[in-house]
């Protein structure tokens, strides 16, 4: 089992920035393929960012340019920094960790095992 917990989240303006934390209580955490997703009420979780055991990433196409996923084996830590915000941006972001070797569909929330609580940011206009 393992926990995620995250931790960064805030108000902040829009083209403003925010940096995002998410720390894992696992040894093994380097064999985990890390992803955010974030989700506003009623509406589905959706993909944001994930980055790979080999530091590979990917990013949907509304964050792209903006946000960055990073991550630091020896601290257990995924981080996303997010820059110039916008409005739609508003929502609670998760973490999740993937342990499957070859996931083919990385940006559903079905290929993440483990979740963090979430930690709600707000970008006011």
């Known amino acids: 089992q393992v926990q995620l917990i995250e931790s960064g989240g805030g108000l902040v303006q829009a083209g403003g920035s925010l940096r995002l934390s998410c720390a894992a209580s696992?040894?093994?955490?380097?064999?985990?393929?890390m992803g955010w997703f974030r989700q506003v009420p009623g509406k589905e979780r959706m993909f944001v960012a994930r980055?790979?055991?080999?530091?590979?990433?990917s990013y949907a196409d509304s964050v792209k340019g903006r946000f960055t996923i990073s991550r630091d084996n020896a601290k257990n830590t995924v981080y996303l920094q997010m820059n110039s915000l916008k409005p739609e941006d508003t929502a609670v972001y998760y973490c999740?960790?993937?342990?499957?070797?070859?996931?083919?569909?990385?940006?559903?929330?079905?290929?993440?095992?483990?979740w963090g609580q979430g930690t709600q940011v707000t970008v006011s206009s």
């Open positions: 696992t040894r093994t955490f380097s064999s985990y393929a």
């Open positions: 980055i790979s055991r080999s530091i590979f990433t």
């Open positions: 999740a960790a993937d342990s499957t070797i070859g996931t083919i569909n990385t940006t559903t929330p079905l290929a993440y095992e483990y």
